[in-house]
């Protein structure tokens, strides 16, 4: 494949004008700004401050009632084994009915199993998975396993595409903390527009840990446990009751796709009836390229138990979190305050732009139309929870976890296998011959070519360094790290959690450490999680151990 097909083309008098753009706040969880446009909630929704008023009107009586995100049940019949099957058929033109509080209507998606919702797999450490899938789209794909330990034959890759109308089964055994997880398809250059059209699903690993926590009522569970899986999308004009999604029709799409639609689980700012209780939200971020600022609209804590790959040793009190693509969290919501008939308001705070917003770029200098691209950096109204019933709480949130418990011990740079060499990174975006190239360590992915050779069963610390005017998810396969240092500025909060995507801003080095386990042998990837970034080339393969199958015979 030639490396030329992935670059992005983009005028040079384009790039210029959004180089002066500047770039602002992109990567920490904790901090407030000084900028105006990350003042407090109350106002974003000051009439004097129009420019940050959230896209959607969460006043209206048609707001539509979250969608429960369906759970996949085992197949093997036996719910008591440490075995579970599972099929996941993948499927193009599966209508959708787009709920939103001035209307619906009815869009045609890609779906697993012709369910208009994405699913849920819900599963427990140590059992061993059959998942079964089944390509019934035009084009190759994979099921990618985000955020999971597992051999590289299973992970997902694009170095293993399943062809259109073909099957093949996956078969790993889950030997990792609880987690919130997903998985979503991997195929070379077409990522992007998979997911974007639907292709993702939620994957909840439990163990013993969460499972007491749960039942010594130190964490909410069962109906006070609930997924919100945020997407931006854009829709064409309606015609005849569809509107269809829009993928890749402007130019500066190449950037990252954005929407104007957000949507959680399905619908535009739905509402979830809530009672007088602490609930836990599992938020996930599953855009392809937009970042998220959340928020209370009455400026109310929250409390942060789970990054991407556990629970955090202690929980961390914030009031607002940005998290980028692909990044998710578990919150603790607090509700017992409140009475019946409140309603309050989950938002993503205006921000200064931190992906050189290309939208305002383009309005501001070409002609081009920027209907249905809402950029980085908009205030919007994501969902509401009405307080429908006063009832006791019995969740007592806990404190901290055990030294005795693996997920909340940190890792000793010190006695990393490379200490005295780390590994460097270092994403960029080059301007050539008016064609935008995005690469790691000056190269574009090549699929027969594999880029960094690790020892098995090493711990190691990445250095990654952003060098382009845009903030950058950054994703490895096959492991869960610990951030050390931003800049040298240790870690702190919701930082210290174990993660397998994290944000790195403009001009800016994230040092990492994580171990490389048994499990994980052979190739698997690093790359941009900002999708068409990692579409275009912003990507490589790494080897664990001695043996792999990039560029064998």
């Known amino acids: 494949m030639q490396q030329s097909k992935r670059f992005q083309t983009i005028s040079l008098s384009l790039l210029s004008s959004l180089l002066l753009l500047g770039c602002g706040n992109g990567g920490g969880n904790t901090q407030e700004s000084s900028n105006p446009l990350t003042t407090s909630t109350a106002a974003i929704q000051n009439e004097e401050e129009n420019q940050n008023q959230p896209q959607t009107t969460q006043e209206s009586t048609n707001q539509p009632t979250l969608h429960i995100l369906p759970m996949m049940h085992d197949e093997d019949g036996n719910l008591n084994d440490a075995k579970a099957t599972y099929t996941l058929t993948a499927k193009q033109t599966v209508n959708v009915t787009i709920e939103t509080p001035e209307g619906s209507w009815t869009t045609p998606m890609w779906r697993y199993n012709d369910n208009p919702l994405p699913l849920i797999i819900r599963a427990n450490r140590g059992d061993t998975m059959t998942l079964n899938f089944n390509n019934q789209l035009s084009s190759d794909s994979t099921i990618h396993w985000h955020g999971f330990k597992v051999p590289a034959k299973e992970d997902g890759g694009p170095d293993f595409p399943v062809k259109p109308n073909e099957s093949r089964t996956y078969s790993f055994t889950l030997d990792q903390p609880a987690a919130p997880l997903w998985f979503h398809p991997h195929p070379d250059m077409q990522t992007g527009k998979q997911v974007y059209m639907g292709l993702a699903g939620v994957f909840l690993i439990e163990d013993n840990i969460s499972k007491e926590l749960e039942q010594s009522r130190q964490l909410p569970s069962g109906d006070q446990d609930v ?14 009751g569809i509107r269809e999604l829009q993928y890749m029709n402007q130019s500066m799409d190449g950037d990252g796709m954005l929407g104007d639609v957000v949507l959680v689980n399905g619908s535009q ?58 990044q998710r969290v578990e919150i603790i919501v607090d509700f017992r305050a409140d009475e019946v008939g409140d309603r309050i308001q989950l938002i993503s705070r205006a921000f200064e732009d931190d992906n050189m917003n290309m939208g305002r770029g383009m309005n501001q200098n070409s002609s081009e139309s920027m209907v249905g691209r809402s950029p980085n950096g908009t205030a919007v109204d994501i969902m509401s929870f009405e307080i429908t019933q006063a009832v006791e709480d019995n969740v007592t949130l806990y404190s901290t976890l055990g030294e005795e418990v693996a997920v909340a011990k940190r890792l000793d740079p010190t006695q990393a296998d490379n200490a005295d060499s780390e590994r460097s990174f270092v994403m960029t975006m080059n301007m050539s011959s008016g064609a935008m190239s995005f ?32 903030a950058h998810p950054f994703h ?37 450490i994580g171990q490389f386990e048994p499990i ?13 970034h990692e579409d275009a080339g912003m990507m490589g393969y790494f080897r664990v151990g001695d043996t792999g199958h990039i560029g064998n015979p």
């Not at 993660?499 to 994230?510: A, I, Q, R, S, Y």
């Open 227 to 240: 997924v919100l899986l945020v997407q931006d999308r854009r829709f064409g004009a309606e015609r005849n």
């Open 269 to 326: 700012s739905p509402n979830l009836d809530v009672a007088t209780q602490q609930y836990r939200f599992r938020l996930y971020n599953v855009s392809n390229a937009k970042n998220y600022d959340f928020a209370f609209d009455d400026g109310r804590a929250f409390t942060v138990v789970a990054t991407d790959g556990g629970l955090l040793k202690e929980p961390v009190t914030l009031e607002h979190i940005k998290l980028g693509a692909a």
């Open 439 to 470: 690469v790691i360590n000056g190269k574009a992915f090549d699929p027969n070519r594999v880029d960094e050779f690790i020892p098995a069963n090493s711990t190691e610390i990445w250095s990654i360094t952003n060098n382009s005017p845009m």
């Open 476 to 512: 490895a396969h096959a492991i869960q790290y610990q951030i050390i240092d931003r800049d040298g500025v240790p870690a702190s909060g919701v930082d210290l959690g174990w993660k397998d995507t994290f944000l790195v801003k403009p001009n800016e080095t994230v040092r990492i």
């Open 520 to 532: 994980n042998q052979g190739d698997y990837m690093y790359h941009c999680h900002i999708l068409e």
